[in-house]
């Protein structure tokens, strides 16, 4: 019992005060815990992103869409784009998924998979992305809107030049450049390259495969379904083989199942923005005219037909300029 009563009220000031400052005390630091969890959490989604997508040197890089919800629900950053002996093991779905697109082969995958990287090398290139880099690509398309653009200086500035199938170079300097770094191919598209050049082939069957191993040994493939080189001038050191299942994500992802497959030209697109940070595309679509037709022949015709979904194809390589994760250059 207090015996006088205003120290007894100046004891219970006290206490409150105490009890005041406690309680204060106590939600800053529950507030400043729960600042630093939402900001550790903020970096960490962050880092996340950043290491999924990749960030680069460049004044404008394709990650920078990696925001865009359009984007996003199209590329994956864990895909693999070219076949290794690592992720040669292809799933039963993927598998029947790739036997479908041309013809059916009774050969057994395993067997040629192993064949193949007892030949050519078997690491995963260009997985050095990080914000040092700014990996500059041209990819140059076969289209006639290439004639007369003068775009051959600019094509070959670029770090990488990324041609497609059999377009050449020679006495079409001014218009395509003559740097190759990268041609894309299939068997019968293939064409003689320098030893300088990657030869990147798109396995659209397990023949393909077969026929790649044939080139470097024993030549005795000629003929797949039309009449194919058995053997072509390539560094076998340099060769590159797009996964089975990159083919399926483009078709799936990218062009939502428009067309049987998508063509080489779209195929090269998608693999370009996975392995570069800067992607500027060439001589794609119709002429200035409405005509499709390549800029090294004179045969022309006012549509794009085939297997594959051009018209969707190119909606898609349109709204990838839109959106700054390409620049493409029409010629006109």
Known sequence: MCICPHSCAGLKREDAEKMVYSATKRRRYITFCVSVIVC????????????????????QCVMDLRHD?????RFSPHTQPLL???NSVLS????????????KSKV??????EMLFAIFPNEED????GPGRCRTCAVVGNSGNLKKSRYGPLIDAHDLVIRINKGP?????????????HRIIYPESAVDMDNSTHLVLIPFKTLDLQWLISVFTSKHIDRTYTPVKPAIKANREKVMILHPGF???????????HGRYPSTGFITLIFALHICDQVSVFGFGADESGNWHHYFEENKHNRNAGNHGGSYEYRITLTLHEKKGIRLYKGW
């Open 247 to 257: 083919l399926k994500y483009v078709q799936e992802r990218w062009l939502q199942k």
């Open 69 to 73: 919800t359009w984007f996003r629900q």
């Open 126 to 129: 260009y997985s050095d992305a």
């Open 169 to 181: 170079t020679a006495g079409f300097e001014q218009d395509v450049g003559s740097k190759t770094t």
């Open 84 to 86: 290794t002996k690592k």
């Open 40 to 59: 550790l959490f903020i970096f960490s989604r962050s880092l996340t992103q950043r290491l999924m997508f990749g960030e680069c040197a460049c004044h």
């Open 92 to 103: 039963k779905a993927l598998y029947l998924w790739w036997q479908k697109l041309q013809f």
């Open 108 to 113: 057994n995958y395993t067997m040629v998979a």
